[in-house]
């Protein structure tokens, strides 16, 4: 089975914090994602990368930033924390993009 | 912009009937179809995917596709109230993307 493992299920954060969210699968995956989660929204995209230090901008990037340095690892990073991403975060990973994605447990993220 | 578009619901069934979700989609370039449940504060799970016109059956699911009319859909037989659930529906985003484009999701409830 496909195993993505996100680093913490809860996170507390201040305003104006940097803060890392960290994303390990298992299957050898090329692609990885993280999305954000809000009520009535839907998942939407905020980072993708595709190989090792490749990344694109999926649908809300401002206020984001990603790193993949190793295959199986996939960082979301918020360079200054604000209350607005209050959210839930979700890495995925796929194979190719016509596969399903698999999703980790998420990370509920609360900047206060 | 690709869309997949769902009825966000809640659609209430007995326990013991057929649930039916529905999803359309606007990319005709899209050939592969996933379902996933996702239970309230929980990770989207996959339960179902789909890549030919007709009907695929995995126990109480049946995925159905008619990529003519671009309508996927999702039947559950023997509803029950473990199934209460929003469900999401995906496409890829055709070839060459390495994405999925994800519905908002259906919010299905299984009355006892």
């Known amino acids: 089975d496909v195993k993505v493992t996100q680093s913490s299920r809860y996170l507390v954060k201040r305003t104006g914090e940097k803060v890392f969210l960290e994303c390990v699968q298992d299957?050898?995956?090329?692609?990885m994602f993280w999305y954000r989660q809000d009520p009535g929204l839907g998942l939407r995209l905020i980072y993708f990368?595709?190989?090792?230090?490749?990344?694109e901008k999926g649908d809300i990037p401002e206020g984001y930033s990603v790193s993949r340095e190793k295959k199986e690892r996939f960082s979301l990073i918020l360079e200054s924390a604000s209350t607005n991403q209050t959210s839930m975060y979700l890495c995925?990973?796929?194979?190719?993009?016509?596969?399903?994605?698999?999703f980790g447990d998420g990370t509920r993220l609360s900047i206060l | 912009q690709k869309e997949v578009e769902q009825n966000s619901g809640p659609l209430s069934v007995p326990e013991g009937a057929i649930a039916s979700l529905n999803c359309t989609y606007s990319?005709?370039?899209?050939?592969?179809f996933f379902w996933y449940r996702q239970y309230s504060g929980k990770s989207p799970e996959l339960i179902m995917f789909?890549?030919?016109?007709g009907d695929k059956e995995d126990g109480r699911f049946t995925a159905q596709l008619n990529k003519a009319s671009q309508y996927v859909s999702l039947l559950i037989r023997d509803s029950q109230p473990s199934d209460s659930a929003t469900y999401l529906c995906?496409?890829?985003?055709?070839?060459?993307?390495?994405?999925?484009?994800f519905g908002k999701g259906t919010k299905l409830s299984v009355i006892p």
């Open positions: 995925a990973s796929s194979w190719t993009g016509d596969q399903p994605q698999h």
């Open positions: 299957m050898d995956h090329e692609n």
């Open positions: 990368s595709y190989d090792v230090k490749m990344k």
């Open positions: 990319d005709r370039g899209s050939q592969s």
């Open positions: 789909i890549y030919s016109n």
């Open positions: 995906a496409g890829d985003s055709g070839a060459g993307s390495y994405q999925l484009t």
